[in-house]
C-alpha cells in the first residue's frame, strides 16, 4: 500500500507512514483536509476525488488501480501541522473511534497577543457553535459543549509588534475553533485569527512581516494503532514553521 503515490499539495508534505497503513501529513496553512462543496477552488491535501459520504480521497498506484485513503480528522485550512489519512475503511474506523473517545493526545501550539497576566495552566469553557451569514461562529458562554484545554507559557517577548507569546495547548476535546475561541475569551488572541483575532494588528503585523497566515500549529500527535497481533503507541510530530521563530525576533 505505500507504494500508492499520494497526489499531495506542493505545499503538504509525508512526515511519517505506519506499515499498518497510516499515513501523517504536514498540512500547509491555507490548505483544505478535504473539499468544502463540489466545485471549491481551494487547494486541497489530495489533489483526487474526495468521497463526502464515505470520507475518502479515490488515489491511483502505480499499476493504475484504485484505492481508497480514509480522512481520520479534520484540521481547519488556516491551521498548519499533522493530518492523519488510514489506507482501509477498518482502520479509518479504528482512528475515529480514537478521536471520539478522547484517546489521541494532541498539542498545538500558537504565537498570541500577550497581556501581560497570568496564565492559568487549565482552561475549562462552554462553547456555542453558531451560524452567522453562513460562516460558523464559536462563543464562549455559560451553555453548550464542555472545551477543556492544557496550557503553558513556552516563550514570550517584546517585538516591534508589541508583547506576543508562544503557548503550548493540549485540547482534552476537540470542539469546533475551540483554541481560537479560548484564547479570545482571555484577551490571548492568536495572531492572524480572522474571526476572534485583533484585526488590526493582524494587518500590521501581515504588511511589516510578510507572514500572513493564522499562528496556529498541530506539532504533536500520539495515538494506539492496533494490528491482528497488537496495538501500538504511535507518535509522530511536525517542527513548528519558521515563521513563528521569525514573528517572535
Request: include cysteine; glycine fraction near 6%; proline fraction near 5%.
Amino acid at each position: 500500500m505505500n507504494s500508492i503515490s499520494l497526489p499531495l499539495d506542493r505545499n503538504c508534505q509525508v512526515i511519517d507512514y505506519h506499515p499498518a497503513g497510516v499515513w501523517a501529513l504536514n498540512k500547509a496553512t491555507g490548505v483544505l483536509s478535504h473539499p468544502n462543496e463540489p466545485n471549491a477552488k481551494s487547494p486541497c491535501i489530495l489533489s483526487s476525488h474526495f468521497d463526502v459520504e464515505e470520507e475518502c480521497y479515490h488515489c491511483m498506484d502505480e499499476k493504475g488501480k484504485t484505492h481508497k485513503i480514509y480522512l481520520i480528522h479534520r484540521l481547519d485550512s488556516a491551521t498548519s501541522g499533522i493530518l492523519l489519512l488510514a489506507s482501509n475503511f477498518a482502520l479509518s474506523a479504528q482512528l475515529k473511534n480514537a478521536f471520539s473517545k478522547r484517546e489521541v493526545e494532541k498539542t498545538y501550539f500558537s504565537i498570541v497577543e500577550y497581556n501581560g497576566k497570568p496564565i492559568r495552566p487549565y482552561w475549562k469553557d462552554f462553547l456555542q457553535k453558531k451560524s452567522i451569514a453562513g460562516k460558523i461562529r464559536v462563543q464562549c458562554g455559560r451553555t453548550g459543549l464542555m472545551a477543556l484545554t492544557e496550557v503553558s507559557l513556552e516563550r514570550k517577548n517584546y517585538t516591534k509588534y508589541g508583547l506576543l507569546a508562544l503557548l503550548k495547548l493540549i485540547p482534552k476535546t476537540g470542539r469546533t475553533h475551540q483554541l481560537r475561541a479560548q484564547c479570545a475569551k482571555r484577551k490571548l488572541p492568536i495572531i492572524g485569527d480572522r474571526t476572534y483575532g485583533n484585526f488590526s494588528l493582524n494587518r500590521k503585523i501581515a504588511k511589516i512581516s510578510n507572514c500572513d497566515r493564522l499562528f496556529l500549529h498541530s506539532a504533536k500527535l500520539k495515538i494506539k494503532i492496533g494490528t491482528e497481533n497488537q496495538t501500538t503507541p504511535w507518535e509522530v510530530e511536525s517542527p513548528l514553521p519558521r515563521t513563528f521563530g521569525k514573528l517572535l525576533s
